[in-house]
């Protein structure tokens, strides 16, 4: 099992940033990539951007050169942990949608549960 946990969103005026993080945590030495999707009112949620294991990273053309994605590994005695970020700049109205992090384990993606980001004009 994984579970993830969403953290960041909320209001900006465009132009602005905002800087979403998941953590992932349970089994997590089984999920091959990590990321996010997004889905606007009334529309199909659709990938943002994504990154591997080995720190490929795959983005919508829409957000090239806007937003950046990362990776941290923690791994503790006690407890592990993977947290992918998503850096979002220069936000755009059309960016406005509820944001979904997701973890691939055994071609499967386990999703949070959302964050909503809303860009002011």
């Known amino acids: 099992q994984v579970q993830l946990a969403e953290s960041g969103g909320g209001l900006v005026q465009a132009g602005g940033s905002l800087r979403l993080s998941c953590a992932a945590s349970g089994s997590i030495l089984s999920v091959s990539a990590m990321g996010w999707h997004r889905q606007a009112p009334g529309k199909q949620r659709d990938l943002v951007a994504s990154?591997?294991?080995?720190?490929?990273?795959?983005?919508?053309?829409?957000?090239k050169g806007r937003f950046t994605i990362s990776r941290d590994n923690t791994n503790s005695r006690d407890n592990a942990k993977n947290t992918v970020n998503l850096q979002m700049n220069n936000l755009k109205p059309e960016d406005t949608a509820v944001y979904y992090c997701w973890a691939r384990r055994y071609g499967v993606n386990v999703w949070g549960k959302g964050t909503l980001v809303t860009v002011s004009s």
């Open positions: 990154i591997t294991r080995g720190g490929d990273t795959t983005y919508v053309d829409s957000v």
